[in-house]
């Protein structure tokens, strides 16, 4: 598992020195930062679910249902 994960992450750092089109200092930070994505997208959609809980009534019924029934399943 550790295997696959690594070379992931080295298979996007190549990915983002090679083919972006930026400078080069860019480039490096690009593709050190590339794994970032997809946590900021969790971060960002959480972050909107309790936004819509608070502007939304209807929809906080649905969200603590399921975060009840995620806590259940994983406890």
Avoid: C, H, N, Q
């Avoid at 020195?17 to 690009?30: I, T």
């Avoid at 900021?40 to 603590?64: E, G, K, N, R």
Wanted: proline share 8%; aromatic share 10%; charged share 5%.
């Amino acid at each position: 598992m550790v295997v696959a994960i690594v070379a992931l992450y080295v298979a996007g750092v190549a990915w983002a020195l090679l083919k972006s089109d930026a400078p080069p200092v860019e480039r490096f930070v690009l593709s050190l930062l590339w794994p970032i994505g997809p946590l900021a997208f969790v971060v960002t959609a959480a972050i909107l679910l309790a936004a819509s809980v608070i502007a939304y009534p209807l929809v906080m019924v649905p969200a603590v249902v399921v975060l009840a029934v995620v806590w259940w399943v994983l406890s």
